[in-house]
């Protein structure tokens, strides 16, 4: 079964000597040159040889043992042979270049322009809210010689609060933005399987394989440009749900389950 490859990667973006003193050691040691006895010619008299203690004699060492070898493991029967089948058909290969397949798509291109319109607007609404709890917090630093502890404690946690709300909205509005860009273009990799199959059986071909897959082919080869062609002819563009509107659920998807009542929301039953 021919296949094509995903494409939601397409929109898709990083992250360490101690000097030993030497004085010391070389006080302690011999010179090395001969120095004269001091106050009188005589001869300095030899220094007695030190006896050194006996070493004790060695254990004879014991030749290693080898490990014991792993008992092969007895292998079962052979399994019986399978009746001959029926051997698959001649290939006959096409080639497809995915990559410009989306840059010709109107609907890829559609969907990316919009996708980055929304990312641009929330990044600037971040960068809006930022300076605004700047802006708050400066203010009550200025205001903390005016206030008591418990005025100034009040304050400090009502901005915390405002500010954890907000980055919790923004969370969610990135969030929103992915999964519409995810429903968008899982629609559009669908109609690209779709006239792949259609255009390789127009050409009885029965083996199709992407573009970074082969190292040289002819040009009778290449299914692209037909591809594109009945891509766009197909779906020019994909419906995007407006901002802040949670997208629709993927044809196929398993509809959420209801959250189950929590014992406030409960009501006894009443006794007839």
């Known amino acids: 079964?021919?296949?094509a490859r995903p494409v939601l990667a397409a929109l898709a973006?990083?992250?360490?000597?101690?000097?030993?003193?030497?004085?010391?050691?070389?006080?302690?040691s011999d010179p090395g040159f001969f120095i004269p006895p001091q106050g009188g010619g005589g001869a300095t008299p030899p220094r007695p040889a030190q006896a050194q203690p006996p070493r004790p004699a060695q254990a004879p060492q014991q030749p290693q043992q080898r490990p014991p070898q792993q008992q092969a493991r007895p292998t079962g029967p052979n399994p019986?042979?399978?009746?001959?089948?029926?051997?698959?058909?001649?290939?006959?290969?096409?080639?497809?270049?995915?990559p410009e397949i989306q840059r010709n798509s109107t609907a890829f291109n559609s969907v990316r322009e919009e996708i980055e319109k929304r990312r641009q607007k929330l990044n600037e609404d971040l960068q809006r809210e930022q300076t605004r709890w700047r802006e708050e917090q400066q203010a009550l630093a200025n205001q903390r010689a005016t206030m008591n502890p418990d005025q100034l404690r009040t304050k400090e946690r009502e901005?915390?609060?405002?500010?954890?709300?907000?980055?919790?909205?923004?969370?969610?509005?990135s969030?929103?933005?992915?999964?519409?860009?995810?429903?968008?273009l899982q629609e559009i990799e669908q109609a690209m399987a779709v006239v792949i199959r259609q255009v390789a059986a127009s050409r009885n071909v029965n083996l199709v394989l992407p573009r970074p897959l082969v190292i040289f082919n002819d040009a009778p080869f290449d299914l692209t440009e037909e591809i594109s062609a009945q891509i766009n002819?197909?779906?020019?563009?994909v419906s995007l749900p407006a901002e802040g509107q949670a997208p629709a659920p993927a044809a196929g998807a398993t509809p959420p389950r209801p959250a189950a009542p929590t014992p406030a929301q409960q009501q006894p039953q009443q006794r007839r």
Not at 13 to 28: E, R, S, Y
Not at 233 to 237: A, P
């Open 1 to 3: 079964m021919m296949t």
């Open 13 to 28: 973006a990083l992250l360490i000597p101690a000097l030993v003193p030497a004085g010391a050691a070389l006080a302690q």
């Open 80 to 98: 019986a042979p399978l009746p001959p089948g029926q051997p698959p058909p001649a290939a006959v290969i096409g080639i497809v270049d995915v």
């Open 159 to 173: 901005l915390q609060e405002r500010i954890t709300d907000s980055q919790r909205i923004f969370r969610d509005r």
């Open 175 to 184: 969030r929103a933005i992915e999964q519409v860009a995810q429903g968008a």
């Open 233 to 237: 002819r197909v779906l020019r563009n």
